[in-house]
């Protein structure tokens, strides 16, 4: 049997290459995505220390690799059951892989004009489940929302343009159309 040894140094030489070479995000999104599928296959790079959450945020984020000047940010993010985020953008293209469980994802689009700073209103656009292995990539200004609906954590490797914290993301309240920063914690 061969085994296919995708590090994650390989996996950041990779995502260096290929936004040195192109800042189209279609094309840098169809480049990672497989690249990302193929980094989680090798899982030399899972520690028992990914399985750590926080209970008060309802789910953990571990640090993988970024850059000094916060761009492009690999993390591991695991979800307890019942848990998940509110709705929020990145701030950066994001490419998303499962690696263990099923999360649950609703896209949204926006349907005010963007010319209240604190302020927006968001339609469900689409709904699906993403299990171990499937892609959810998002260009800059998407929109969803997480959740773990099944027993069991879930744990999924996300790749950004630009680490989420250093970007100027938000997050979404549905009932009051209020539109905020997203923190996140990141061990
Ligand atoms: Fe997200």
């Known amino acids: 049997m061969t085994t296919d040894n995708y590090s994650l140094d390989n996996y950041v030489a990779d995502l260096r290459a290929i936004t040195a070479e192109s800042s189209d995000e279609d094309e840098i999104l169809s480049r990672v995505g497989p690249l990302a599928q193929r980094f989680v296959t090798d899982r030399?790079?899972?520690?028992?220390?990914?399985?750590?959450?926080?209970?008060?945020q309802g789910?953990?984020?571990?640090?993988?690799?970024?850059?000094?000047?916060?761009?492009?940010?690999?993390?591991?993010?695991?979800?307890?059951?019942?848990?998940?985020?509110?709705?929020?953008?990145?701030?950066?293209?994001?490419?998303?892989?499962?690696?263990?469980?099923?999360?649950?994802?609703?896209?949204?689009?926006?349907l005010d004009d963007g010319s209240k700073s604190d302020y927006a209103e968001l339609e469900i656009k689409h709904e699906f489940d993403a299990a171990g292995g499937e892609l959810v990539c998002m260009k800059t200004g998407g929109i969803?929302?997480?959740?773990?609906?099944?027993?069991?954590?879930?744990?999924?490797?996300?790749?950004?343009?630009?680490h989420i914290n250093y970007t100027s993301r938000s997050q979404f309240d549905l009932?009051?159309?209020r539109k905020q920063r997203f923190i996140v914690k990141v061990e």
Not at 44 to 56: A, F, G, N, R, V
């Open 44 to 56: 030399s790079w899972l520690q028992p220390k990914h399985y750590e959450t926080d209970q008060e």
């Open 59 to 110: 789910f953990g984020v571990h640090l993988l690799h970024e850059e000094p000047d916060h761009s492009l940010a690999v993390l591991a993010i695991n979800w307890l059951p019942g848990k998940g985020t509110p709705p929020h953008d990145h701030g950066t293209w994001a490419v998303v892989v499962g690696v263990e469980g099923t999360e649950h994802n609703i896209g949204y689009r926006r």
């Open 144 to 162: 969803h929302k997480v959740t773990n609906e099944t027993d069991h954590m879930t744990l999924s490797v996300h790749t950004y343009g630009r």
């Open 175 to 177: 009932d009051t159309n």
